[in-house]
């Protein structure tokens, strides 16, 4: 692969909070008071995300991922530096900004249509308005047809198009998703990203993808921010130069490949650390033979 085939962006280093940009994370740092004491899990991480573009954050277990997540969407707070929303400081959850959980967050006792039709409703939307509405995006997911069943009657990707569907539904004009596809096979994975590409397309919608997933990373996004692994820290940032409109297909190219080592490259050390901090806290743990 020539070096030159990969656009590279340089640690850390872009300028953040241009007109341009969506989200503006900037010197980002929190500290967590544990009983073994205090855990730095971010370190002044600072990346833009532009308008309209799809970031993907990537990094081992345990690296700060869903803390930076938590903090973007408003549902934690006692950090340092500053999560802006083009010219706003976010300090709360965030109108603009709709977040996919990774957990499954479908309401069991409603059908797939009062499901994603949830927002419309607190919103005081009148019933028929508002399914004719929650049929557009039922659609746009894939799932026409399965508007009258319950979660539990449906596969565990399909469950996760109803929550997808459900936060489009509050037409946020940033998506945030922390690791939306972990628990689904790898097939289920790619077309999904399919869908969520399609959808990108669709409503140009910002995007911030938490994943530790390459493929899902490479195929998805415009740039992809690795982090070290604990503390946080931005490790570098790639952005991807691969032709949209994308689908699954591009995970046959030659260039996607390149991207996939790329990442790899810088995961790997990451990766590693993880796994000896995780033997050695092992290794510390007081046998239970005697
Ligand atoms: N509320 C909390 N109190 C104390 N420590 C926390 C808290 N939340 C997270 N941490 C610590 O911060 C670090 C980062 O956690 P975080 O959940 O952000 O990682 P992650 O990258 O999302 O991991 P994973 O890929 O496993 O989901 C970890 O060491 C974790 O134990
Ligand atoms: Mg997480």
């Given at each position: 692969?020539?070096?030159?085939?990969?656009?590279?962006?340089?640690?850390?280093?872009?300028?953040?909070?241009?007109?341009?940009?969506?989200?503006?994370?900037?010197?980002?740092?929190?500290?967590?008071?544990?009983?073994?004491?205090?855990?730095?899990?971010?370190?002044?991480?600072?990346f833009d995300v532009p308008?309209?573009?799809?970031?993907?954050?990537?990094?081992?277990?345990?690296?700060?991922?869903?803390?930076?997540?938590?903090?973007?969407?408003?549902?934690?707070?006692?950090?340092?530096?500053?999560?802006?929303?083009?010219?706003?400081?976010?300090?709360?959850?965030?109108?603009?900004?709709?977040?996919?959980?990774?957990?499954?967050?479908?309401?069991?006792?409603?059908?797939?249509?009062?499901?994603?039709?949830?927002p419309l409703e607190i919103?005081?939307?009148?019933?028929?308005?508002?399914?004719?509405?929650?049929?557009?995006?039922?659609?746009?997911?894939?799932?026409?047809?399965?508007?009258?069943?319950?979660?539990?009657?449906?596969?565990?990707?399909?469950?996760?198009?109803?929550?997808?569907?459900?936060?489009?539904?509050?037409?946020?004009?940033?998506?945030?998703?922390?690791?939306?596809?972990?628990?689904?096979?790898?097939?289920?994975?790619?077309?999904?990203?399919?869908?969520?590409?399609?959808?990108?397309?669709?409503?140009?919608?910002?995007?911030?993808?938490?994943?530790?997933?390459?493929?899902?990373?490479?195929?998805?996004?415009?740039?992809?921010?690795?982090?070290?692994?604990?503390?946080?820290?931005?490790?570098?940032?790639?952005?991807?130069?691969?032709?949209?409109?994308?689908?699954?297909?591009?995970?046959?190219?030659?260039?996607?490949?390149?991207?996939?080592?790329?990442?790899?490259?810088?995961?790997?050390?990451?990766?590693?650390?993880?796994?000896?901090?995780?033997?050695?806290?092992?290794?510390?743990?007081?046998?239970?033979?005697?």
């Open positions: 692969m020539k070096s030159g085939a990969v656009a590279k962006a340089a640690l850390a280093a872009e300028p953040s909070g241009s007109p341009t940009s969506a989200l503006a994370i900037q010197n980002l740092s929190m500290r967590f008071e544990t009983s073994e004491g205090p855990v730095t899990a971010v370190d002044d991480m600072s308008v309209g573009s799809f970031v993907s954050l990537i990094g081992p277990s345990g690296c700060g991922k869903s803390t930076v997540f938590n903090i973007v969407g408003g549902l934690l707070t006692g950090h340092a530096g500053s999560v802006r929303v083009g010219a706003e400081t976010v300090a709360g959850p965030h109108r603009a900004i709709g977040m996919v959980f990774q957990e499954e967050s479908t309401f069991p006792w409603r059908t797939v249509i009062d499901n994603v039709a949830f919103s005081g939307i009148g019933r028929d308005e508002r399914h004719e509405q929650a049929r557009h995006f039922i659609n746009m997911v894939g799932l026409h047809g399965f508007e009258r069943r319950y979660p539990s009657e449906l596969s565990g990707g399909m469950r996760q198009r109803v929550a997808i569907a459900r936060t489009l539904a509050f037409q946020p004009s940033i998506l945030l998703m922390d690791e939306p596809f972990a628990a689904l096979d790898e097939q289920t994975r790619l077309l999904l990203g399919d869908k969520i590409l399609q959808i990108q397309q669709d409503l140009k919608q910002t995007t911030m993808l938490i994943t530790h997933n390459i493929t899902e990373a490479v195929q998805l996004s415009d740039r992809i921010v690795v982090m070290t692994y604990r503390p946080g820290k931005v490790k570098r940032i790639i952005d991807v130069d691969l032709p949209r409109p994308r689908t699954s297909e591009v995970i046959t190219s030659t260039a996607f490949g390149a991207y996939v080592a790329e990442v790899w490259n810088d995961l790997r050390e990451e990766a590693s650390r993880g796994m000896a901090d995780a033997e050695s806290a092992s290794q510390m743990r007081p046998s239970r033979r005697s």
